[in-house]
């Protein structure tokens, strides 16, 4: 079965650079959620989209934006990036036509920042 | 504020024995409880939710239990398989399924053979 994709799978970048991560969500998927996992810590929710429309959104720095394009892929933007930005990124998906349909992960996106 | 709670970071379970791990929350508008299993260098993957309408949810080797007045849930894997050991993380969210999911801080279970 297929599954969220995204990439890059590593990025390295220095202080004050850009970077944008994609995700490609599970087909017939119309939302994308996008989590930050720093070191030894748990996932922490930076925001979400519905049918390309911001649905929620957390503790995402004013740095990051995100969008969730026609073909309902999603890119996570992060500018001026920081040591602290170093993490785990991950994207989810999931349909809100199933009655309980969960969310799926991808693979993540590990980002260093030196 | 840390919402959800694994309060072990780790445990160890003979092969074939019953491994149980513990989750406590709380936010009281907590309606749908997931439990996901991570290995280093993959994303989380889905093993078993439950909805605050049911106290237990079976799936083949995983039975989640939710203790609603305890604001307390619980795994439980009979029997334990050595491929089981991984980080088990709890989830939550509020408002159905399709909200945002608080985490736990992860259980790091370690299943010997």
């Known amino acids: 079965a297929a599954g969220v994709i995204q990439s890059p799978r590593h990025l390295i970048k220095e202080k004050r650079e850009t970077a944008t991560l994609k995700c490609y969500p599970i087909?017939?998927?119309?939302?994308v959620y996008w989590y930050q996992q720093g070191p030894g810590q748990d996932p922490q929710f930076l925001i979400s989209f519905y049918e390309k429309m911001q649905s929620d959104k957390g503790s995402i720095p004013d740095r990051f934006s995100a969008q969730q394009f026609s073909d309902y892929h999603s890119e996570l933007n992060m500018s001026s990036l920081e040591l602290g930005d170093s993490a785990l990124y991950f994207c989810?998906?999931?349909?809100?036509?199933?009655?309980?349909?969960?969310?799926?992960f991808g693979p993540g996106t590990r980002l260093l920042v030196l | 504020d840390q919402q959800v709670k694994q309060n072990s970071p780790s445990l160890s379970v003979q092969e074939g024995r019953i491994s149980i791990l513990n989750c406590d929350y709380t936010n009281s508008m907590f309606d749908y409880f997931l439990w996901y299993k991570k290995y280093p260098a993959e994303g989380p993957t889905f093993l078993i939710s439950?909805?605050?309408?049911?106290d237990k949810n079976e799936d083949g080797r995983f039975t989640v239990f939710l203790n609603k007045s305890a604001k307390h849930l619980s795994l439980h894997i009979v029997p334990s398989q050595p491929g089981d050991s991984a980080v088990y993380f709890c989830?939550?969210?509020?408002?159905?399924?399709?909200?945002?999911?608080?985490f736990g801080t992860g259980t790091l279970l370690a299943v010997q053979p």
């Open positions: 989810a998906s999931r349909t809100r036509s199933g009655a309980r349909e969960t969310q799926y």
């Open positions: 087909p017939r998927h119309d939302t």
């Open positions: 989830a939550a969210s509020a408002g159905g399924a399709t909200n945002k999911l608080i």
């Open positions: 439950i909805s605050s309408i049911k």
